[in-house]
């Protein structure tokens, strides 16, 4: 009874505190990750990140994926493959060298460093989805190339993990041949299956005499897809997200999406942002700050420097250059598994743990109201435009009138 007394607090702090941080003129989700941290260990202590909390808040981030899909337009992915691929690339390389080079600095052990620079390649899209469909921006092409971008950074950032784990990590007997096949086979084997038995299945699903039919399988698929991607040795969210965009194919995606939405926004979506919270504890870090706001600073930078000159090498503007560099600041849930990953696996010196889980959440906290920011901020430009070329326009005008 502990965990409902629990989620019925959950429920009704994350819709307040989404409310005031939005009365504050801040994303709604920047309130909900903060009273995680409130909740837990680092503060009040009222909630435990107990096994219940795990499993809402991993269907939680695996909804808003397939949500995510299903509201991804996939000509604007390829529309704009190009820059996708250029953020993609830059952002794993910028932080790689980055969290290396930190590591050697405050004298890490090698393996430790080059943990900390797969660590800081991670972008965890979850949070700035959220961000974006809250201000109308998730299918815009900006949030297109930070989804496409971020799918590729987590499938690299899978096989960079797997490397070092072979080579340094307690278990050394991964084949990078078995995982870079299982990769392929991942990919091959959801194209057809999104392509081929996605559409009929939902066509003879929808005939079913029950309530909500397209709805269950709709989920069905995605857990089916979330199931196989981790057989495969990949990312969950990359299934839910693959199953999403398969859906979104068919003439069924604004059903599922009307119908998924409610579900995973009442209850399992509020629990994952508490969770990020939760994994945030102050104790006996006096001695490691100058190592997590360094390690921060670097995190959030080199993703931000990254994202934007990728943006703006393939001819985007500005703004929109630093929207998708903001975009892909946030580490979230998948950093949090990288790191509990690296200290199972002996990658990341133990004395580190809680000051890598920090950074995590550091990062994760900043990305929203920055995103906000730049959104806002082109928008004022926008008006400023439109009324200084009205403004053009009347003076032309009066000068005809004048001649």
């Not at 931000?304 to 503007?317: D, E, F, M, V």
């Amino acid at each position: 009874m502990t965990f409902i007394l629990s989620l019925a607090l959950i429920l009704i702090l994350t819709k307040l505190s989404g409310h005031l941080s939005v009365r504050l003129g801040q994303p709604a989700v920047l309130g909900k990750l903060i009273v995680g941290i409130l909740l837990g260990p680092a503060a009040l202590d009222w909630i435990q990140n107990d096994q219940f909390i795990y499993y809402f808040s991993e269907i939680g981030v695996l909804l808003l994926m397939f949500i995510a899909g299903l509201e991804t337009n996939l000509l604007q992915l390829k529309k704009n493959w190009k820059s996708i691929l250029m953020v993609a690339i830059l952002g794993i390389l910028f932080p790689f060298i980055g969290g290396v080079g930190l590591g050697e600095l405050f004298n890490l052990d090698r393996t430790s460093s080059l943990f900390m620079g797969v660590l800081l390649c991670v972008t965890s899209v979850s949070i700035t989805v959220q961000v974006l469909k809250d201000l109308n921006k998730l299918n815009s092409k900006e949030g297109n190339i930070i989804l496409g971008a971020a799918v590729i950074d987590a499938i690299i950032v899978v096989v960079l993990l797997a490397i070092l784990i072979s080579l340094f990590g307690t278990d050394k007997d991964i084949s990078l041949t078995d995982l870079i096949v299982k990769k392929m086979m991942f990919f091959i084997v959801i194209i057809l299956v999104g392509w081929f038995i996605v559409p009929k299945t939902l066509n003879v699903m929808m005939k079913l005499k029950v309530s909500e039919p397209l709805v269950s399988i709709g989920l069905a698929i995605c857990f089916s897809y979330v199931y196989f991607a981790n057989l495969m040795e990949m990312s969950g969210i990359i299934g839910a997200f693959a199953a999403g965009l398969a859906i979104s194919q068919t003439n069924h995606k604004y059903t599922i999406v009307s119908k998924v939405e409610p579900v995973a926004y009442s209850i399992f979506v509020p629990v994952f942002f508490i969770s990020i919270g939760l994994n945030i504890s102050f104790k006996n870090i006096d001695d490691q700050l100058i190592f997590i706001t360094t390690f921060s600073l670097v995190a959030i930078l080199t993703k931000l420097i990254s994202g934007a000159w990728g943006s703006r090498l393939t001819g985007l503007p500005t703004k929109s250059s630093l929207l998708i560099g903001s975009g892909m600041i946030s580490k979230g849930g998948v950093g949090l598994v990288i790191a509990s990953a690296g200290i199972q696996n002996s990658l990341l010196t133990p004395d580190y743990f809680t000051s890598t889980i920090i950074i995590v959440v550091i990062t994760t906290l900043i990305s929203p109201p920055l995103t906000k920011y730049i959104i806002q901020s082109e928008g004022k430009m926008g008006r400023r435009r439109q009324v200084l070329q009205i403004y053009k326009n009347n003076a032309v005008g009066n000068e005809k009138k004048v001649k």
